[in-house]
């Protein structure tokens, strides 16, 4: 196998863990490069589900490394609860390893999240409140605090000295939250640098070195559409979900990267606040959501459900540098007479039409979906493992959508399961 980044192709959920977990069994080295406990991932393998949240999806495989890259956000008490949980399912983290350089996510993060969705009002972005902004802010503002800082009692204590006076300013000024104390904060500290203890690698340069020639695939969270430079501006997460962040947050460069699988669904879903053309509202909708159980892994919150939309993912293709595509979920269409897909947008009020995805979110309200209707093919596609055995109609949807994308299908996911799955030999 190709050195392969999984990335989600619309707004997160796509099925990349299925995806990652898949791919996992040819990588020795699987590395998450972006977001946090945000993500919300699922493996369904031999009949039991896992869930996944800053862990790779990789982990179940015994021989591969897991490596929590520099561009994540760690929140503590999220990862001791996931790995708890693991640990519970009898998953095993001999091979875990988390970069020194990733950024913690303190209380602080998740209450001025908290405020701040609480009271935008009209500007609520829909976040799932893990402290994923605030905790990039300050990453970027150059007053985070980062895993290695937990292990060097001087330089956390000096850093304090500079962030503390200035956070519990904003704090209590702001938000009117309540401050924290310098001794709390270590205090803390000291609690996360045992948690994290097991698992952090001084060594990462060696590691990667020596990971050089294998064989690595880089797990993406989020999605392109999510972006904070190429998504939904403002309704997007605050961290690179692109195929390109896998060479910022990884520790490995760009000429590592062969391919780039974009994952989508057959159809769309939405978490949260911002535009979305496709998105039906109506009882097609609801039929989507209830087939395909488009609710949160993290949240719990009720996905919103549209048609493909052919805009967002030749968009998505450009910029996420997709090379290939996992199309995901098609068997919830097994019931439908007839599926429809997005190809382009009307503009209502002078009649527009966008075939390119207009990145000025601010007119998404006055846009249409313009539709392309093709027959469904009634009958169950989840026992299909050969692409020859799909019946006609599937073949058709599947090759319309990769006509209209620009990029090879390669991956068509036909259930949850590891083994519901069909390769396309030919890309
Ligand atoms: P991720 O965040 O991209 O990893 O996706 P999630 O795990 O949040 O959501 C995808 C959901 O769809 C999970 O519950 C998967 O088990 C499920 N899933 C993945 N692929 C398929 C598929 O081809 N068909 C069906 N019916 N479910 C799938
Ligand atoms: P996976 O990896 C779907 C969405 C939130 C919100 C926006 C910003 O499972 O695909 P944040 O908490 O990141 O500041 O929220 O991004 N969001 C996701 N939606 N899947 C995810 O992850 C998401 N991670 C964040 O719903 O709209
Ligand atoms: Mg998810």
Not at 240 to 252: D, K, N, Q, T
Not at 341 to 355: E, G, L, P, S
Request: charged fraction near 25%; charge should be neutral.
């Amino acid at each position: 196998m190709k050195n392969t980044v999984v990335i989600g192709a619309q707004w997160g959920d796509e099925g990349k863990a299925k995806i990652t977990d898949l791919l996992a069994q040819n990588a020795d080295m699987i590395i998450r490069y972006q977001g946090g406990c945000n993500a919300g991932h699922t493996v369904v393998a031999d009949g039991k589900t896992y869930k996944f949240h800053m862990i790779p999806s990789g982990i179940l495989y015994d021989k591969t490394i897991c490596f929590i890259g520099a561009g994540t956000v760690i929140h503590p008490e999220s990862f001791e609860k996931e790995l708890n949980e693991l640990k519970a399912e009898g998953v095993n983290f001999k091979n875990l390893k988390i970069s020194p350089l990733a950024s913690i996510t303190m209380p602080y993060h998740i209450e001025i999240d908290g405020y701040t969705e609480s009271h935008a009002g009209k500007g609520k972005i829909g976040t799932t409140k893990k402290g994923i902004g605030p905790t990039y802010s300050d990453k970027y503002a150059r007053i985070g605090l980062k895993i290695q800082d937990l292990y060097s009692y001087e330089a956390l204590s000096e850093k304090l000295d500079m962030i503390l006076p200035l956070k519990n300013k904003v704090l209590k000024n702001v938000y009117g939250l309540e401050e924290y104390t310098k001794e709390c904060i270590i205090s803390l500290c000291e609690k996360y640098a045992e948690l994290f203890k097991p698992y952090v690698c001084f060594d990462w340069q060696d590691l990667l070195n020596r990971y050089k020639d294998r064989t690595i695939l880089f797990e993406g969270a989020q999605g392109v559409m999510l972006d904070v430079d190429y998504g939904t501006y403002p309704f997007v997460t605050s961290s690179s979900p692109i195929g390109g962040g896998a060479a910022v947050g990884s520790g490995y460069g760009p000429y590592m990267i062969n391919e780039v699988v974009g994952v989508s669904k057959a159809y769309v879903t939405r978490v949260g606040e911002g535009p979305f053309v496709s998105e039906l509202t109506d009882e097609t909708g609801e039929k989507i959501q209830k087939i395909g159980r488009e609710f949160g892994v993290t949240t719990g919150r009720p996905r919103r459900c549209g048609w493909f939309d052919s805009v967002i993912m030749k968009y998505a293709v450009l910029v996420g540098g997709i090379t290939k595509v996992a199309l995901t979920k098609i068997d919830v269409f097994d019931t439908f007479d007839e599926i429809k897909i997005c190809t382009a947008y009307k503009d209502c009020r002078n009649d527009r039409v966008y075939t390119s995805y207009p990145t000025d979110v601010f007119i998404h309200k006055y846009l249409e979906p313009i539709y392309e209707t093709m027959p469904g093919w009634k009958t169950s596609l989840s026992s299909i493992r050969k692409y020859e055995d799909l019946p006609e109609n599937a073949k058709k949807y599947i090759a319309k959508v990769e006509d209209l994308i620009g990029a090879p299908i390669g991956i068509i996911s036909v259930g949850p399961d590891r083994e519901q799955t069909i390769f396309i030999e030919s890309t």
